[in-house]
């Protein structure tokens, strides 16, 4: 069955499959897949959009939901696929990007991530009466909470940036191996019914 | 051209599920026993042809080969097609599950469109091959710019806009993937000339 037809088609498919590794190989890896990824922070919410791992989305709108789908607002990313916005309202948010041609991916912040940074913020108004003692040294609690949120978002957000690129990885040569494997294995099965008959 | 999940309506869904069952059950009675293995390797070179990135243009595009599968397998191109997306959708992530239909008919029936016009040219000058085969692979990939275009009128974006955003985010892919075209069937024609339809 292997005749001279698939040899010549089988050499064009490997140069195909060995061209398309160099590629690969050569340039950071980008997908047709699209990706957003959002984190909270304090009382701004920022986004993170690309295409697979490599390019940014840029000029991509940006649309805030809350559960319902009710849109609470709209953005448009800039040059790095990144927008940030404040935080609307204390509900669970969907945030769906909508990078034009059919492009759409979306990401979900669950009400605890955001009623957390709210409370944070209460406590030190509630405390913050207290804070004023007579003592002269003393830094009211506020300032220090205030402080090890800096540092910590500081030191977390290499940590986020990391985070979001492993969730956005593009297709790898075990991806592209087990597919045209999986493309060979339907031929077989294929072959197989046709030639029972 | 891949349509993302969550784009489309249900009833541009379905019927692009419906087009595309259609199309592959011509696809597979056409599809003859000594052509199986063809078709099994063009469906993996569009699986791996989505990989190479074209870095013009303002937007991610990268190639298709819809052009150079339908040329070769004709109606047949639809399954080889709609195997390879499916890979594509569960491997990749690119497009999706429930829009697998649509995105097969996009590149899919500009393939059997490609065919023909390919086997017309040819008829009417058999000299003319080479041009005929980058017709076919920037026609291709054209009209499957224009079907993605009209299933996107149900999410709401305008025709005209979409379809001139997604064919000038092309228009490079489709120079590029005309002239591997005429290159593939230019090397077929002189080493295989039997596996060129006329």
């Given amino acids: 069955m292997f005749n001279q037809k698939t040899i010549v088609c089988?050499?064009?498919?490997?140069?195909?499959?060995?061209?398309?590794?160099?590629?690969?190989?050569?340039?950071?890896?980008?997908?047709?897949?699209?990706?957003?990824?959002?984190?909270?922070?304090?009382?701004?919410?920022?986004?993170?959009?690309?295409?697979?791992?490599?390019?940014k989305v840029r000029g991509g709108d940006v649309l805030v939901m809350d559960e319902a789908g009710n849109q609470l607002l709209a953005g448009k990313t800039?040059?790095?696929?990144?927008?940030?916005?404040?935080?609307?309202?204390?509900?669970?948010?969907?945030?769906?990007l909508d990078a034009t041609m059919g492009h759409r991916a979306e990401w979900f912040i669950p009400l605890s991530e955001i009623i957390g940074t709210d409370e944070s913020a209460g406590a030190?108004?509630?405390?913050?009466?207290?804070?004023?003692?007579?003592?002269?040294?003393?830094?009211?609690?506020?300032?220090?909470?205030?402080?090890?949120?800096?540092?910590?978002?500081?030191?977390?957000?290499?940590?986020?940036?990391?985070?979001?690129?492993?969730?956005?990885p593009g297709p790898s040569f075990r991806d592209v191996v087990g597919g045209i494997g999986y493309i060979f294995g339907l031929m077989g099965v294929a072959i197989w019914f046709r030639y029972r008959k | 051209m891949h349509i993302s999940e969550g784009v489309l309506s249900g009833p541009v869904l379905i019927t692009g599920i419906i087009l595309a069952a259609a199309g592959t059950g011509i696809g597979l009675k056409k599809l003859d026993f000594d052509r199986i293995d063809q078709a099994?390797?063009?469906s993996?070179?569009?699986?791996?042809?989505?990989?190479?990135?074209?870095?013009?243009?303002p937007s991610n595009v990268h190639l298709i080969m819809n052009g150079m599968v339908g040329l070769l397998l004709g109606w047949s191109a639809f399954p080889a097609i709609l195997v390879a997306?499916?890979?594509?959708?569960?491997?990749?992530?690119?497009?999706?599950?429930?829009?697998?239909?649509?995105?097969?008919?996009?590149?899919?029936?500009?393939?059997?469109?490609?065919?023909?016009?390919?086997?017309?040219?040819?008829?009417?000058?058999p000299k003319a091959f080479l041009p005929a085969a980058f017709i076919t692979g920037a026609l291709a990939v054209l009209l499957a710019g224009g079907l993605a275009a009209l299933a996107l009128i149900s999410a709401s974006e305008n025709f005209l806009e979409a379809a001139i955003l997604l064919a000038t985010a092309h228009l490079p892919v489709m120079i590029i993937e005309g002239i591997i075209t005429a290159f593939c069937v230019g090397f077929l024609k002189k080493v295989q000339s039997g596996v060129i339809p006329v």
Avoid: C
């Fill in chain 2, 44 to 57: 993996a070179s569009f699986f791996v042809a989505s990989l190479v990135h074209v870095p013009l243009g």
């Fill in chain 1, 124 to 168: 030190t108004v509630e405390q913050s009466p207290e804070a004023p003692t007579p003592s002269p040294v003393t830094i009211s609690t506020q300032e220090i909470e205030t402080i090890v949120e800096k540092v910590l978002e500081r030191k977390l957000k290499p940590m986020q940036r990391m985070l979001a690129a492993s969730l956005q």
């Fill in chain 1, 10 to 55: 089988l050499k064009l498919l490997l140069t195909m499959v060995f061209s398309t590794l160099l590629l690969l190989a050569a340039s950071p890896s980008q997908a047709h897949r699209v990706t957003i990824f959002a984190w909270v922070d304090m009382d701004t919410i920022h986004t993170e959009s690309k295409f697979g791992a490599g390019q």
């Fill in chain 2, 85 to 125: 997306l499916t890979l594509q959708a569960i491997l990749f992530q690119y497009g999706g599950i429930t829009t697998l239909g649509v995105n097969t008919v996009i590149m899919a029936l500009p393939a059997v469109v490609g065919h023909y016009t390919f086997r017309g040219i040819v008829r009417v000058n």
């Fill in chain 1, 78 to 96: 800039d040059d790095n696929g990144e927008f940030s916005f404040p935080v609307p309202q204390k509900t669970a948010l969907k945030i769906v």
């Fill in chain 2, 40 to 42: 099994g390797i063009l």
